[in-house]
């Protein structure tokens, strides 16, 4: 295999499907738990409900003010304000207090439109230094992993691109006629590498979201698969936002370190379209290709006693069986099809924190114990989430 770079454990290959992807090093192994990667963001841009409630450069949740000028950003320290304004805010300022968050094209956009294009404002600000070079019309030529890891604004630069071009956010219109070709370029590379950074306190991960950050060594090196063997989390430390890649399990020398880009706990159908649409990929994990072939999933119906307890069986009387197959169509095959169906597990996840609140008590028990045979089912080994309904359930 061919390896000529590394980071750590961690090398970058040429893949005729996807391009490149993380391998662990030739003679090295990596153990479940182990930290495979740990960069800090290029830039982060808080979603809409969290402006001014977080810091906008460290994204901490704790009391802010409103930088005097434009109103619009807001730090928790003189240091963040500063760090903010040498890093980009000095060029946002401005585009901020002539009143952009409030124009119409902006406020009519949806929320994540609105922190896409924060978000490409401020990646503007930081590389505007080359934001007018012509280098941005053209894609960067392969690098080292070295000399990604060295430069995030290069490592952004040679990031995949969106397989169908979309219309930019609505940005200030001075910037759209001084720097298009910067806006494109960028824009182009936002679906495919961007992360939703969010805390893992909720079951679902899109509730428990605050921003939108731009991690370029992390997107350049990781790929997708629904039975992953990695999962990204992220911590806030040192006045930045990190991006921790984390193996899920012990991974041997020279496979594969993937992580979800989704929740994988969608339905086949529902990842397959998302990525096609969002990454522009077929997956072709062992996963989709067993799931494939089973009935579609149908809404799970009322009551669902049946199903948790057919769930539970399966997944606590066969422990052996199913930790071996539980992708297997040995396992799911057997089970109502209603089970896959992402409605099931937001319905035992309510169902059990009302009853663990408000009782009655005994039923919780069954709930909880059928909503982590889920979680042990529907998510790959260790998976934080399953790791939460457990401690809830103890
Ligand atoms: C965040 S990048 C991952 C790094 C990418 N492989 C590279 O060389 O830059 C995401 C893109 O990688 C490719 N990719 C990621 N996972 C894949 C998979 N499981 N199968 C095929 N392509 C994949 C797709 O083109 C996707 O849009």
Redesign the pocket.
């Known amino acids: 295999m061919d390896t000529p770079y590394s980071i750590g454990k961690l090398n970058?290959v040429t893949?005729a499907?996807?391009?490149?992807?993380a391998v662990v090093a030739a003679g090295q192994t990596v153990s479940a738990g182990e930290v495979i990667l740990s960069v800090p963001s290029l830039v982060t841009s808080l979603l809409p409900k969290w402006r001014g409630k977080r810091c906008d450069l460290c994204c901490r949740n704790i009391p802010t003010r409103a930088c005097s000028r434009c109103k619009e950003a807001s730090y928790c320290s003189a240091n963040c304000q500063t760090r903010a304004w040498k890093a980009h805010h000095r060029r946002v300022c401005p585009l901020l207090s002539s009143g952009f968050h409030l124009s119409h094209a902006f406020m009519s956009q949806s929320a994540e439109e609105q922190a896409n294009a924060d978000l490409l404002l401020s990646l503007w600000g930081l590389a505007s230094q080359t934001a007018e070079d012509e280098s941005w019309d053209s894609e960067e030529p392969d690098m080292a992993l070295q000399d990604l890891a060295s430069d995030p604004i290069h490592c952004f630069k040679?990031?995949?691109l969106?397989?169908h071009a979309r219309a930019l956010p609505a940005l200030p219109r001075s910037l759209l006629s001084s720097h298009p070709k910067f806006l494109n370029s960028a824009w182009s590379r936002f679906d495919?590498?961007n992360f939703v950074v969010h805390n893992i306190s909720s079951l679902e991960p899109e509730s428990g979201a605050y921003a939108l950050g731009i991690f370029p060594l992390?997107?350049?090196?990781?790929?997708?698969?629904c039975s992953p063997n990695a999962w990204s989390a992220f911590r806030l430390r040192a006045g930045q936002v990190w991006l921790e890649v984390r193996a899920l399990e012990n991974i041997p020398s020279e496979a594969e370190v993937?992580i979800p880009?989704l929740d994988p706990v969608l339905p086949f159908r529902e990842r397959h379209l998302r990525?096609s649409q969002i990454?522009?990929?077929?997956?072709?994990?062992k996963r989709c290709n067993l799931e494939k072939q089973l009935a579609l999933p149908t809404l799970p119906p009322e009551g669902s006693v049946l199903l948790e307890a057919a769930v539970t069986e399966a997944v606590f009387a066969s422990s052996e069986e199913w930790e071996m197959h539980r992708w297997g169509a040995e396992v799911l095959a057997r089970l109502p099809a209603s089970i896959r169906h992402e409605e099931f597990m937001k319905i035992l996840s309510t169902r059990f924190e009302s009853q663990v609140h408000d009782g009655p008590y005994a039923e919780a028990w069954l709930t909880g114990r059928a909503l982590l045979a889920l979680c042990l089912l529907m998510y790959p080994l260790n998976y934080p989430i399953t790791g939460r309904s457990m401690w809830i359930l103890l």
């Open positions: 970058l893949d499907i996807s391009r490149n992807k040679n990031l995949v969106h397989p495919c590498n992390a997107s350049r090196c990781f790929n997708h698969s993937s880009y990525l990454y522009g990929f077929e997956c072709s994990c």
